[in-house]
């Protein structure tokens, strides 16, 4: 009887680990942009984004983000080497739950990917009381529209 008391002590506490913790949020995104581009002089360009996302590959496997997917709306205004900017993404887990962030354009690569942060807003079902942020590298083909987000960063779940 002491066995069975422990090893269900033992699976409480394993399930408590895995309902919450810290996660590290380093991985990648696959997406496709449809962005509209805006000329207004010699090397100013304001830029309306709009993206959907596939499934998230995370370092982790059992990352609350992995598999989710969706899509990204904002804007971004590029002067010379610089950029600045942001937006929102709402990505959808298999389940049904949402994940709700904020990012923002902080500077402009030298291949002209974006950089800057993110942080999570909101959350429902199983992505509900997420806090967290990082950075973000963001790579678009101009010609394909094909996109590349590499993330850092860490979330923590209740």
Not at 57 to 76: E, R
Not at 127 to 144: A, F, I, K, Q, V
Request: aromatic share 6%.
């Amino acid at each position: 009887m002491k066995q069975v008391l422990a090893a269900a002590f033992c699976m409480a506490l394993a399930s408590t680990a895995q309902a919450g913790g810290t996660y590290d949020s380093t991985g990648t995104v696959v997406g496709q942009s449809t962005s509209s581009i805006h000329a207004l002089q010699d090397g100013h360009l304001v830029l309306e984004l709009r993206s959907t996302h596939d499934a998230f590959q995370m370092a982790a496997a059992d990352h609350p983000f992995s598999g989710m997917s969706g899509s990204c709306t904002g804007a971004a205004e590029i002067r010379g080497a610089s950029a600045t900017g942001g937006g929102m993404c709402v990505y959808t887990s298999a389940d049904g739950s949402m994940a709700v962030n904020r990012w923002t354009v902080t500077g402009l690569g030298a291949d002209g990917a974006f950089e800057g942060h993110w942080v999570m807003i909101a959350g429902n079902g199983k992505m509900e009381g997420l806090t967290g942020g990082g950075t973000y590298r963001s790579l678009t083909n101009p010609e394909t529209g094909a996109q590349h987000i590499t993330l850092t960063g860490a979330i923590t779940k209740p």
